[in-house]
């Protein structure tokens, strides 16, 4: 199994700022992955994030935006950029293990933008 | 792009009913998962299945693949239980990891 920890979990911010969510795993995992849920919505995927290399963004979703590092195996960022009110949501991790191949999620980091 | 539809969306139970939520979906998967999603917004993973049935304590997984149909049953429910439960599948055909989530079940279990 794993344990995906997310920081901060939640954080209130004023519009126009950026914020920038941690998510660690404490095992090797083969890909990680961000999504959003915004309110009564169910989760979309924003981007996988890549080791060493650019993320991969879904449709809809770019990298000035949403900027994600991924600088090892078990560690990524995902930064919102220059916030509006409408991305106030729920930002998840998650991670799929390089032994089993499950598929695990952080706890979430809830974001109200003001 | 597969379509997953759960139901209910709303379910309120007695402590120690047993409960059901379905989940559809309209394309061949290879894995759907069912996860809990507490108010605080974190998410566990109950289960992740390919075929047949999985129990865990209280709450059994069960898929039909040919009908593409899940069901999640919770047995003896408590207040605990109280959450969203939602299905999420994984579409069949090469190493993409990348899951289809379902809107949700707001669970709600009373005394």
Same mark, same amino acid.
């Given at each position: 199994? @794993?344990?995906?920890?997310?920081? *901060? ?39 996988? @994030?890549?080791?060493?290399?650019? @993320? ?10 949403? *900027?994600?590092?991924? *600088? ?12 509006? *009110? ?8 998650? @991670? ?19 | ?40 917004? #974190?998410?566990?993973? =109950?289960?992740? =299945? ?8 209280? =709450? ?11 069901? =999640? ?30 809107? #949700? ?7």
């Amino acid at each position: 199994s @794993a344990v995906i920890s997310q920081k *901060p979990s939640r954080d209130i911010c004023q519009r126009g700022t950026s914020l920038t969510i941690q998510c660690q795993v404490d095992s090797q995992v083969t890909m990680m992955f961000w999504y959003r849920q915004q309110p009564g919505q169910s989760l979309t995927l924003i981007a996988t @994030a890549n080791q060493g290399s650019e @993320a991969t963004y879904e449709s809809g979703f770019v990298i000035d935006k949403f *900027p994600i590092s991924r *600088p090892n195996l078990t560690f990524s960022t995902l930064t919102v950029s220059n916030m509006s *009110p409408e991305d106030s949501s729920i930002y998840l991790c998650s @991670a799929v293990l390089a032994s089993s191949y499950e598929q695990y999620f952080g706890p979430g980091t809830r974001l109200t933008v003001t | 792009k597969n379509e997953v539809e759960q139901s209910p969306q709303n379910l309120t139970a007695q402590e120690g009913e047993f409960i059901t939520i379905n989940c559809s979906y309209s394309v061949g998967i290879s894995a759907l998962h069912w996860l809990q999603q507490h108010p605080g917004g #974190g998410i566990v993973s =109950l289960f992740m =299945l390919s075929s047949g049935k999985k129990k865990h304590g209280r =709450l059994i997984a069960t898929i039909n693949i040919q009908e593409k149909h899940s069901s =999640l049953h919770i047995t003896a429910s408590h207040p605990r239980d109280s959450a969203v439960y939602i299905c999420a599948v994984k579409d069949s055909g090469g190493s993409n990891y990348k899951l289809t989530f379902g809107k #949700g079940t707001l669970l709600t279990v009373n005394p």
